[in-house]
C-alpha cells in the first residue's frame, strides 16, 4: 500500500509545515505576516554579529542586557522596543535607519512615485 506524499509532517521541514498551515488559516498566515518584520530583523542583527565577530554573550555585554535577550532577540519571534534596537545599533558599532514609505516595495506598480522619510539614529 503507497502512502500519499506529506500525509505526515514527519519529514517535512519546519517552513513547508509553516506553509501548509498558512494556506489552511488565514489568522496563521496573518500572523506570520506579522511576525516577518522581527524575523528579517533577526537575521540582520546575526549577520553582523557574526561580520564582527561577536558570541551573543559579547553583544549582551555591549547592550548592558544579558545573554537571553539577545537569543529572544535573535530568534525573530519576540517583539523589541524602538530603545533597544537603538542600543543593538550602538553594540553593533552601526547605526539605525528608519523611516516611512508610500509605498510597498513588492509593488509592481511603478505609475506612483515612491515617498520615503528615512532617519539615522
Do not use: W
Not at 494556506?23 to 533577526?42: G, I, T, V
Not at 519571534?77 to 543593538?88: E, G, I, V
Request: glycine share 4%; net charge positive.
Amino acid at each position: 500500500m503507497a502512502r500519499k506524499k506529506n500525509n505526515s509532517p514527519i519529514g517535512t521541514s519546519h517552513a513547508e509545515g509553516m506553509e501548509k498551515r498558512a494556506r489552511k488559516s488565514a489568522a496563521y498566515k496573518a500572523a506570520l505576516e506579522e511576525q516577518k518584520p522581527y524575523e528579517d530583523f533577526a537575521r540582520l542583527v546575526i549577520q553582523r554579529r557574526i561580520q564582527l565577530d561577536l558570541t551573543q554573550e559579547e553583544l549582551a555585554k555591549r547592550m548592558g542586557t544579558s545573554h537571553s535577550v539577545v537569543s529572544r532577540l535573535e530568534s525573530g519571534q519576540h517583539r523589541f522596543s524602538f530603545a533597544t534596537m537603538r542600543k543593538l545599533a550602538k553594540a553593533l558599532d552601526t547605526h539605525l535607519v528608519y523611516g516611512f514609505q508610500d509605498e510597498a516595495p513588492s509593488s509592481k506598480s511603478r505609475r506612483t512615485p515612491k515617498r520615503e522619510l528615512i532617519v539615522s539614529a
